[in-house]
């Protein structure tokens, strides 16, 4: 079994989720997934972070929860993270 060749793909098709798992729309079983992958992909895991971050702000502002170009930013973090993260 090699777990180490992590494939983005899966982390991509998390992105589409990431925005209702922040506004709690995702059902109990979705986000559990989310965060298991989140705790064993560093790649995800900051992604998440950031995008928590930028919901944060903009629920300060009072403005939209989401901005558009947010994904396309989370893809660009992916595309520079190293493919191997464990020693
Ligand atoms: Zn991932």
Sequence with gaps: ???DDHDHKH???MFEKLSEYIDGELDHATCAEIQKHAEDC???FSCLETLKRTV???KNAKETPIPQNLSAKLKEIIANMPKTTSP
Excluded: R
Aim: net charge negative.
């Design 56 to 58: 944060a702000l903009c």
């Design 42 to 44: 560093v790649a995800c």
């Design 11 to 13: 982390c991509l098709e």
């Design 1 to 3: 079994m090699s777990n």
